[in-house]
């Protein structure tokens, strides 16, 4: 039987809190709890790095230069831009009884979500997995975790989005960052655009809250309890730390993923964006220019190749004829394709 | 490890050399002093696509239920959590650096780490499911699995 959400809406809250408040409620969520939605924006940007992220993802000199703070959170993706013109919603639920399996997990998440858009007008469906997309462009940037006996699923609506300010926080080439936003600006898209009309704050929220509340069996306002707040300060500092931040993680490949299936492949100083299985644009440098003179025609064979080993090995071949690196450049995009789309 | 010590349950093979948390889906191996710690088969097929996995270093003294890592798959951040009581000896860097190990070899090449347990070896299996009892328990846990539509039939 459900019970219905308890209903959260915070407003503007500063740019930590943004992001430590929802885990606060998790920590403090016990079996028994509501589940609950919360809302809410930061009042100054910052740069959010995934649980399992490196640092050195990103580029901390431009961090610098625009001001922004940079947090860690505890759900999983990319490094992303958060700013004011941002609504983030959060669904916090009880572990026990939601679906093991991550597809129906995301599923049943964010199928509300997904309702919400499309009552703003928004042609939205979720794909692989945990991708809001519209008309294949991305609508909203999604994450989840487990924290203590609660799960909780997070994602946007994107009201205005700086796209210059993602791709200058990422520590990537200067080619690879225009790459980037060019491809952020073609495939995110702010509720505007998809919707192909003004949408306003109120208005969002009020479909979110519908279609959440639709889902769990209503949805009652309350207000933070004071343990939750009590968390929430505790985790400020944490977010904030440079331990927590600097943590050591893993490598993860060289990549920016832009959606699903939109992805720019980092080859050293070099870079291949890649598009729903199609090579986009291809910039190589140093080491990967088989010979002088050769670069620009090499770039423009690959351009519009599906990513499949025969298909890429024959342009090489057509536009350079024998070279030593043929099968490294092949099998660096193909594999950094299949990895990361 | 032999075929004989190798249940098949469904699609699922489940070694019987080794003793399983209920319900995290970890596996415990005794090998000497030290215990050999990893995912289950279920567990694997319920995560998805690993992308990211970490794990506590060596030296960290781990209780039984804290967590000794976590893994990322599909932006989602679950906790793995410690089946027994001990202190971290190794870690499987292989798995780190690719975890597509852990889904492709569970219960062999994917281990996450080595634990010396804080109990004699054998003490530390209290609370775990082992020998037969594995079968009943992975089949009721496969059949529950299934019954929510978390895992294809």
């Known amino acids: ?341 | 490890m032999g075929e004989a010590t190798v249940c098949e349950i469904d699609r699922f093979r489940v070694p019987l050399d080794r003793a399983y948390h209920r319900t995290d889906h970890t596996w415990v191996r005794v090998e000497g002093d030290l215990v050999r710690v990893g995912l289950d088969a279920l567990g694997v097929e319920t995560a998805g696509d690993l992308a990211q996995i970490i794990m506590k270093p060596p030296g960290t003294a781990l209780e039984a239920g804290d967590e000794m890592g976590s893994i990322e798959a599909q932006k989602f951040v679950g906790d793995l959590r410690s089946p027994v009581s001990g202190d971290v000896v190794e870690v499987n860097a292989r798995a780190l650096d690719d975890p597509r190990l852990v889904q492709e070899d569970p219960y062999g090449e994917g281990w996450l780490l080595i634990l010396r347990p804080s109990e004699h070896p054998a003490d530390v299996l209290a609370g775990l499911i082992a020998g037969e009892g594995v079968r009943d328990w992975f089949a009721a846990e496969l059949d529950r699995y299934r019954r929510e539509g978390s895992v294809a039939g």
């Open chain 1, 1 to 341: 039987m459900l019970d219905g959400l308890r209903l959260l809406d915070l407003g503007w809250v500063s740019a930590v809190r943004s992001q430590t408040v929802w885990h606060a409620i998790a920590e403090r969520m016990r079996p028994s709890d509501r589940p609950v939605l919360c809302l809410c924006s930061p009042t100054d940007p910052y740069v959010s790095i995934g649980y399992h992220r490196r640092l050195d993802e990103i580029d901390l000199d431009a961090c610098e230069r625009r001001g922004l703070p940079v947090f860690r959170r505890r759900v999983g993706g990319g490094p992303v831009y958060c700013d004011p013109s941002q609504l983030f919603f959060q669904l916090i639920v009880p572990a026990r009884g939601w679906p093991a399996v991550m597809d129906r997990a995301w599923e049943r998440a964010m199928g509300p979500a997904v309702d919400a858009f499309r009552a703003l007008g928004v042609k939205a469906e979720l794909v692989e997995g945990n991708d809001l997309v519209a008309e294949g462009r991305k609508i909203s940037g999604t994450g989840a975790a487990r924290i203590g006996d609660a799960l909780v699923f997070v994602g946007n609506v994107i009201f205005e989005f700086d796209h210059a300010a993602m791709a200058d926080v990422l520590r990537v080439p200067a080619g690879a960052k225009r790459e980037v936003e060019r491809l952020m600006r073609r495939y995110l898209a702010p509720v505007r655009e998809a919707a192909g009309r003004e949408i306003d704050r109120v208005e969002a929220i009020g479909e979110i809250v519908d279609a959440y509340a639709a889902a769990f069996g209503g949805a009652r306002r309350s207000t933070l309890a004071d343990e939750e707040t009590a968390s929430a300060r505790v985790l400020d500092a944490l977010f904030s730390s440079r331990d927590w931040v600097g943590s050591d993680r893993p490598p993860v490949p060289p990549r920016v993923k832009i959606r699903a299936g939109v992805t720019v492949l980092l080859l050293g100083s070099s870079w291949v964006s890649v598009t729903d299985g199609v090579v986009d644009r291809v910039a190589l440098l140093n080491g990967w220019v088989p010979a002088p003179g050769l670069r620009g025609k090499l770039q423009r064979a690959l351009s519009g190749r599906p990513v499949e080993p025969k298909a890429l090995a024959r342009a090489v071949r057509d536009a350079c004829g024998t070279w030593d690196r043929s099968e490294e450049l092949v099998n660096a995009i193909v594999a950094g394709y299949r990895g990361g789309a």
